[in-house]
């Protein structure tokens, strides 16, 4: 019998290199976003932009590091911008989004709630990247989110799992390895193509009624792959590839996310679409 154990440890490690890839280094201590510029519970959403606007990070990600670019974009421009953490494990500090995803849906209701309570608005707008981007689709579906959200902007979201660039493939070959991924980080074994937490997500249809979608998606992304599976089927949706709006970008999954002004200029349209304006290589400046 060969040992597991010793095969198991480099790929756990694999997959969680390849993971870490969704979000930038955790370099920023604080447990909460500053509140002088988002997380502000004092903000009032103006007549321009009646609506809070909750951010959801992604995988290894945290309240703080995925929205250092994104969060001071959106208050500069007059939005109440505020960040949750969700996902934690025991002892693991920082990298969230590792918990069971269903779970995690449960989290962004309880933080929905406080943020509208707060503003006085009726409902939010969501805007996640990768996990983030497709977790909220189950608070939508499953925990009456569609009543207290307007729409929801996906960054590189997971919307049909992902086989991580072919690893995840791998995993029937290693026997007692998805149940290994499954308990120890269950967040990730979700978003594998085919879970069991994908398959009831997406049964019945991608959307519900009352929200408006929208995917913003990278044809380099190497971590959602094939990256077409994060683009939605519904009445209500707005798929967008980058490089059909500026075929200089290269951004590729943690980029889009995190420092790509281009794909920030189409979450603003996403969230004001009354006011929108073409998004072009240019956007990169505004």
Known sequence: MLPWNRVL???????????????????????????????????????????????????????????????????????????????????????NGLGPIDKSAAQL??????????????KADLVGHSQGGMMPRYYLKFLGGAAKVNALVGIAPDNHGTTLSGLANLLPYFPGAADLLSSATPGLADQVAGSAFLTKLNAGGDTVPGVHYTVIATKYDEVVTPYTSQFLSGSDVHNVLLQNLCGLDLSEHVAIGIVDRIAYHEVANALDPAHASATTCASVFS
Do not use: E, I, M
């Open 109 to 122: 209701q309880v933080f929905v709630d406080k943020v509208l309570a707060a503003t006085g608005a009726a």
């Open 9 to 95: 440890r480099p790929l756990a490690a694999l997959l969680l290199a390849a993971a870490v890839a969704v979000v930038p280094a955790a370099t920023a201590q604080a447990a909460t976003a500053p509140s002088s510029g988002w997380n502000n519970y004092s903000c009032k959403p103006s007549a321009a932009h009646p609506r809070p606007v909750v951010l959801v990070h992604g995988t290894f990600g945290n309240s703080v590091d995925n929205w250092l670019a994104l969060a001071p974009y959106l208050t500069s421009r007059g939005y109440c911008v505020f960040s949750l953490d969700y996902g934690q494990l025991p002892g693991v500090p920082l990298f």
